[in-house]
């Protein structure tokens, strides 16, 4: 049986799914010019907007898979196992009226930093502009909420079958700061993280107080009487 890199085996057994790369969401009519090319060459039957502000082109047959790949160019995502999924963002103050901070580009920022990174688990970010939080973010393994006074930094959030609300790590920090803070956090949980462990399950085992003695407490910016 051929060895199949990169792509999502689907409910049937046989065909798989590929993942697009954009991240925040933002595509352009290029993009979707050349992914609306690969799906009518392709014969590709489902092409569908994600939770995660990406396009899965779905039921692809495994001698196609390379291919596809190839035709996508940067626009394919691989999917290589335990990495950062996507890193989700709003329209922030780009386009939105309730934007407090420019969610798209922190959300460029972030995805630059995780991109190729491995994580014991695999890990999901949300940002959002304000907080009316349209980006889930205190569903998200790393969620940022923008405000008039910087940005709120939450970490080990999931939705799925055991749901649990992100623990609140930061308030009103500058963007240089909340990119430095997600680095640091996953850099944490890289070590301490335990194999398929999420990081809720991460924060249920370890408790924020240890968080805070092992990684807050060595932190400038952040103020300890608020987490």
């Known amino acids: 049986m051929k060895k199949i890199n990169g792509a999502i085996l689907q409910r049937d057994g046989k065909t798989y799914g590929i993942m697009t790369n954009t991240p925040a969401g933002m595509i352009t009519s290029e993009d979707l ?20 502000q990406r396009i899965i082109l779905a039921g692809i047959p495994a001698d196609d898979v390379d291919n596809v ?22 329209l922030g ?3 939105c009226k ?47 909420i923008g405000t008039t006074r910087g940005w709120i930094v939450l970490f080990g959030g999931n939705g ?11 308030y009103g920090l ?20 335990e194999s398929q462990e999420r990081t809720a399950r991460f924060m249920e085992r370890i408790g924020i107080e ?8 060595m932190i400038p910016y952040i103020n300890l009487d608020k987490v």
Not at 74 to 86: E, H, M, N, R
């Open 33 to 52: 010019e050349q992914i609306a090319a690969v799906g009518r060459k392709f014969h590709i039957p489902v092409m569908k907007i994600t939770s995660g």
């Open 69 to 90: 790949f190839k035709e996508l160019g940067t626009l394919g995502k691989p999917d290589l196992g335990p990495c950062v999924k996507f890193v989700q963002g709003c």
């Open 93 to 95: 103050t780009e386009m």
């Open 98 to 144: 309730w934007g407090a901070q420019d969610s798209i580009g922190l959300a460029s920022r972030i995805e630059i930093l995780v991109q190729d990174k491995k994580f014991p688990a695999k890990i999901k970010i949300g940002v959002s502009g304000c907080q009316r939080c349209c980006s889930e973010s205190q569903l998200r393994d790393i969620g940022l």
């Open 160 to 170: 799925g079958r055991k749901p649990r609300i992100a623990d609140p790590i930061a």
């Open 174 to 193: 500058s963007t240089d700061e909340a990119c430095d803070l997600v680095s640091r956090l996953l850099e944490y949980y890289q070590i301490h993280g």
């Open 210 to 217: 240890t968080l805070k003695s092992e990684l807050l407490s």
